[in-house]
């Protein structure tokens, strides 16, 4: 399903390209001072988008180019990037909360229906803003993929403001529980006000993402490669 997803994704961006990666770190030199949140504050920090969106465009014209990558970078285009992230809906429900299969002692499941959502869900947002601060990209192409209903696309605007109160709330979980080898109670900050702040600001950056549009399910080509001997060049570009 996710490799499914990014070949949607990039469908849907003509002239655009794919770049893999893995595990991304944050540059603590890259946090603004202003945060108020030093090295010895926080855990290493990583996230691993499923990939890399590359744009390019040129700096006379401000239009966006085709740009093999061949070709490498020319003096008057640049290359802007979007993180991607793709979720996809597991269309199997557990029947009977505790009901058992009878030989093997496993739960029974059934096939059900599902729809991708309206919005993105909250759940995701700390994780997709986290990518962007490791990838310093200000943008996020989110994809949540179904089965057999399609898959919605998202634009997820980096917001520097979250990025602060999520990395406080890290720093406070980090120097209060971690480093102290203190379990933390349950809901542990759930009565403290940078902690209800940060919630709110979740939700509020969930109505901002911007819907791009529903794209419909669609047979899989047996063959990717065989798939895109249409095109003029490879989409997947590996050097910046």
């Known amino acids: ?85 793709v979720k996809t809906l597991c269309p199997f429900v557990q029947t009977e909360k505790g009901a058992k299969h009878r030989s093997g002692g496993r739960p029974l499941y059934q096939l059900i229906e599902r729809w991708p959502p309206q919005k993105v869900p909250s759940k995701h947002l700390p994780q997709v803003q986290l990518e962007m601060l490791a990838t310093r990209t200000s943008s996020a192409i989110v994809a949540i993929a179904s089965p057999h209903n399609g898959t919605h696309l998202f634009r997820v605007r980096r917001s520097d403001t979250y990025l602060r109160e999520m990395l406080h709330v890290i720093k406070m979980f980090y120097t209060r529980y971690v480093l102290k080898e203190k379990p933390p109670p349950e809901d542990m900050f759930i009565s403290e006000a940078f902690y209800r702040t940060f919630l709110q600001h979740t939700v509020a950056l969930r109505d901002e993402a911007i819907f ?29």
Not at 13 to 23: A, I, N
Not at 24 to 33: F, G, K, Q, Y
Request: charged share 25%; aromatic share 8%; proline share 7%.
């Open 1 to 85: 399903e996710e490799a499914g997803a990014l070949r949607t994704v990039l469908h849907q961006f003509s002239g655009s390209y794919m770049r893999e990666v893995g595990l991304c770190m944050v540059d603590m030199e890259t946090i603004p001072r202003d945060w108020d949140i030093a090295s010895p504050d926080l855990p290493p920090l990583g996230a691993s988008p499923d990939g890399l969106l590359l744009h390019f465009f040129d700096i006379v014209s401000g239009q966006y180019v085709n740009m093999p990558a061949e070709l490498g970078r020319g003096e008057s285009r640049e290359c802007l990037a979007e993180v991607v992230e």
């Open 212 to 240: 791009l549009g529903k794209v419909a399910s669609t047979k899989q080509p047996d063959s990717l490669d065989s798939d895109l001997k249409s095109c003029s060049s490879s989409p997947f570009f590996f050097a910046l």
